[in-house]
């Protein structure tokens, strides 16, 4: 091969390379901006689901307080409606207690004696006549009652809630306790009644009549 032609072709050979080297860079050019590309659409993806789930977690955590404060609604309400409760079971036990107590009390209220009163006591008035009747209902003479009169009039002066506060005495016949006069009755603290009958069995059993109490009251200052 002569000289001139072997440079020709070592110039076409260098000129394709040339090309070759162009066309590669090129393409891999090409290659780095869509590498580029996909690793920025795969940062703005993770940063789009990390505002997702973020926003997500807000939500959720709004939900949470809000179940939370009902809920403190809710039992602060029922706290609101046990106290009513206790309060109206409180009020009715009281207005029950109230009505109890009303009622014993007009049990024990004074009571009017409605028994037969014979001729010889009705000059008496009172709690007095009621005591000459009882007397005599009770198997005494009428002779009897002047001495029962001076006798309970001196104890008590014939009062159903005569008190004697050093003693204890109560009543018209002066029962040391009073309660001893339950044995008649419940209503001993205020009707006459019990306290007359209590009172001539305590004589009858004791003195056997009340001139005899009577006698031993002036002697001794007590019966």
């Known amino acids: 091969m002569s000289r001139p032609w072997s440079r020709f072709v070592a110039r076409g050979a260098a000129v394709a390379l040339l090309s070759v080297g162009v066309a590669g860079g090129f393409y891999l050019s ?4 869509s590498l580029r590309t996909d690793a920025g659409a795969q940062v703005a993806g993770s940063v789009t ?10 939500q959720v955590s709004r939900q949470v307080r809000a179940a939370r404060q009902q809920a403190a609604e809710v039992r602060k309400r029922a706290r609101a409606a046990a106290e009513r409760a206790r ?8 207005k029950a207690a109230e009505e109890k107590a009303a009622k014993e009390a007009a049990e024990r209220a004074l009571k009017p004696y409605d028994g037969p009163v014979p001729a010889s006591c009705k000059e008496y008035g009172g709690n007095r006549k009621t005591g000459c009747a009882l007397m005599i ?3 005494f003479k009428i002779d009897q009652f ?22 204890g005495a109560y009543g018209i016949p002066q029962a040391v306790p ?29 003195y056997s009549t009340p001139c005899n109490a009577w006698t031993h009251s002036q002697n001794k200052g007590w019966y």
């Not at 309060?87 to 009281?94: D, H, L, Q, T, V």
């Not at 008590?156 to 008190?163: C, D, E, L, R, V």
């Open 87 to 94: 309060k109206a079971e409180e009020a009715a036990r009281k």
């Open 30 to 33: 090409e290659d780095r901006e």
């Open 137 to 139: 209902d009770a198997g």
């Open 178 to 206: 009073g309660s001893k006069m339950a044995s008649v009755g419940a209503d001993w603290e205020t009707n006459p009644v019990t306290q007359i009958k209590w009172g001539l069995g305590y004589i009858e059993g004791r």
């Open 49 to 58: 689901q990390i505002d997702v789930d973020y926003r997500q977690e807000q």
């Open 146 to 167: 002047p001495c029962l009169d001076r006798l309970w009039n001196k104890e008590s002066g014939w009062n159903p809630k005569a008190h004697n506060r050093s003693s």
